[in-house]
Nanobody, 122 residues
């Protein structure tokens, strides 16, 4: 199994910054994509940003482009989300998502973190 531990959430004012981290551990053979989703109250979970294993392909939600930056440290099996110029509408629970293989003979599965709350006040 793969365990994901998130950290870095909190409360900030409009225009502030936060940095989220998500470290993967367990029986990991390889990690493909890593990324972040979020879910606001009463809304569906949505993609925020993802990055491929080699870091060559990065995808952002239109609402966060130019403000958020996703990165990864493959040596630490960790993905980060730097969030700048935060807005009240960014308030949500942020979930780490990792595509990983635990067995070289099997395909990859997706794993989720427990979620970390981000609250932006006006």
């Amino acid at each position: 199994q793969v365990q994901l531990v998130e950290s870095g959430g909190g409360s900030v004012q409009d225009g502030g910054s936060l940095r989220l981290s998500c470290a993967a551990s367990g029986r990991i053979f390889s990690i493909n994509a890593m990324g972040w989703y979020r879910q606001a109250p009463g809304k569906q979970r949505e993609l925020v940003a993802t990055v491929t294993g080699g870091g060559s392909v990065i995808d952002y939600a239109d609402s966060v482009k130019g403000r958020f930056t996703v990165s990864r440290d493959n040596a630490k099996n960790t993905v980060y989300l730097q969030m700048n110029s935060l807005k009240p509408e960014d308030t949500a629970i942020y979930y780490c998502n990792v595509e990983a293989r635990t067995n070289p003979l099997r395909g990859a599965s997706y794993y989720w973190g427990q979620g970390t709350q981000v609250t932006v006040s006006s």
